[in-house]
Nanobody
């Protein structure tokens, strides 16, 4: 059974840090592009970054550059999202999603498709709340 499971969300004070995990089962992460999305209350879902081992690709949207860091552990089939200096505007449900690579290897970021392709698999999301 194909599954993506996020974890690591919670309540954190402004300026704090969190590490979110996205664990895959039923497929290998390193053969897909993995994107992270977030959806704040009352706002549309926004794709903020993408990583792909097969494409040698890592992309961060301008809104998260410098504070978000994505890494992969292929042995654990898990992707990690480290978020530092959290701000109240980071409050959102965070989702990971897996997209098959483009056959020609092409890539173009958009907020709806941070990995350039529609996701094939989605996780259930994890809530991050930044508040004092």
């Amino acid at each position: 059974q194909v599954q993506l499971v996020e974890s690591g969300g919670g309540l954190v004070q402004p300026g704090g840090s969190l590490r979110l995990s996205c664990a895959a089962s039923g497929f290998t992460l390193d053969s897909y592009r993995i994107g992270w999305f977030r959806q704040a209350p009352g706002k549309e879902r926004e794709g903020v970054l993408c990583i792909s081992s097969s494409d040698d690709l890592t992309y961060y949207a301008d809104s998260v550059k410098g504070r978000f860091t994505i890494t992969t552990d292929n042995a654990k089939n898990t992707v990690y999202l480290q978020i530092s200096n959290l701000k109240p505007e980071d409050t959102a449900v965070y989702y990971c999603a897996a997209s098959a690579p483009a056959p020609d290897g092409s890539y173009h970021y958009s907020p709806a498709r941070p990995c350039g392709r529609p996701p094939d698999y989605w996780g259930q999301g994890t809530q991050v709340t930044v508040s004092s």
